[in-house]
């Protein structure tokens, strides 16, 4: 089953959590849409969905989800595929347990992303990524994507895992604050296979691409 959603106010994010079952989910923002402050956002789960959003250069401001006992956090918790065209998000701040993104936390598939703003904080304990969290590969193009992270574990600017990525016609600023041992990079931290991963990257040890420092910044930007 497929289905369109035309989306103009935060009550309409919100109705999307109501539709179960559909292969294939097209969301159309129509406007530019604000959360209040003090407003806290549940992920919305679509695992098994294909997820497309096409912002027509609308934007969604001030998303805050802040609950740190759940995974895969973001603006949707889990999806099969993302397809994000033309889409401004401003001032996200995800605080959350583990596998976190801005748009994601989990996509079983592939991401792709062409002419999207991206300005968020992540706070997490593992496994945090600029866009998502974990995928099979993202795709990234024609965007701009300002992160920063206060968080643990693998920490990506665009995803903290996935077999592989591409970055075109972009920039990135990945800002990363840090105090412990950490897989640090500034597209993808763990790259390659993802069967197992997040356990084999809690446990992988100290000396393999990890760094130590009071305060770790690292910055990367590509015009």
Same mark, same amino acid.
């Given at each position: 089953?497929?289905?369109?959603?035309?989306?103009?106010?935060?009550?309409?994010?919100?109705?999307?959590?109501?539709?179960?079952?559909?292969?294939?989910?097209?969301?159309?923002?129509?406007?530019?849409?604000?959360?209040?402050?003090?407003?806290?956002?549940?992920?919305?789960?679509?695992?098994?969905?294909?997820?497309?959003?096409?912002?027509?250069?609308?934007?969604?401001?001030?998303?805050?989800?802040?609950?740190?006992?759940?995974?895969?956090?973001?603006?949707?918790?889990?999806?099969?595929?993302?397809?994000?065209?033309?889409?401004?998000?401003?001032?996200?701040?995800?605080?959350?347990?583990?596998?976190?993104?801005?748009?994601? /936390?989990? @996509?079983?598939?592939?991401? +792709? =992303? %062409?002419?999207?703003?991206?300005?968020?904080?992540?706070?997490?304990? !593992?496994? $945090?990524? /600029?866009? @998502?969290?974990?995928?099979? +590969? =993202? %795709?990234?193009?024609?965007?701009?994507?300002?992160?920063?992270?206060? !968080?643990? $574990?693998?920490?990506?600017?665009?995803?903290?895992?996935?077999?592989?990525?591409?970055?075109?016609?972009?920039?990135?600023?990945?800002?990363?604050?840090?105090?412990?041992?950490?897989?640090?990079?500034?597209?993808?931290?763990?790259?390659?296979?993802?069967?197992?991963?997040?356990?084999?990257?809690?446990?992988?040890?100290?000396?393999?691409?990890?760094?130590?420092?009071?305060?770790?910044?690292?910055?990367?930007?590509?015009?």
């Amino acid at each position: 089953m497929k289905k369109v959603v035309f989306v103009k106010s935060v009550e309409d994010l919100e109705n999307i959590r109501n539709f179960k079952d559909l292969d294939r989910l097209t969301i159309i923002l129509l406007n530019d849409i604000y959360f209040d402050e003090g407003y806290y956002f549940s992920p919305i789960n679509m695992n098994g969905t294909d997820v497309v959003i096409y912002g027509f250069n609308n934007s969604i401001n001030s998303l805050t989800i802040k609950n740190k006992s759940i995974n895969y956090s973001g603006l949707f918790s889990e999806v099969k595929s993302l397809y994000v065209k033309n889409l401004r998000m401003y001032r996200a701040n995800i605080n959350a347990n583990e596998i976190c993104g801005i748009l994601a /936390g989990s @996509v079983s598939g592939d991401v +792709n =992303i %062409n002419g999207v703003f991206i300005d968020g904080v992540i706070n997490c304990d !593992a496994i $945090g990524g /600029g866009i @998502v969290g974990i995928c099979k +590969n =993202i %795709n990234v193009n024609n965007s701009y994507i300002n992160t920063t992270f206060n !968080a643990r $574990g693998a920490l990506g600017g665009l995803a903290a895992m996935a077999d592989d990525y591409s970055f075109k016609d972009s920039y990135l600023n990945a800002c990363f604050n840090a105090k412990e041992y950490r897989l640090i990079d500034h597209y993808v931290a763990y790259l390659g296979k993802r069967e197992g991963v997040v356990a084999k990257a809690m446990a992988v040890e100290a000396n393999d691409h990890y760094e130590k420092t009071e305060s770790l910044k690292l910055k990367n930007n590509l015009l």
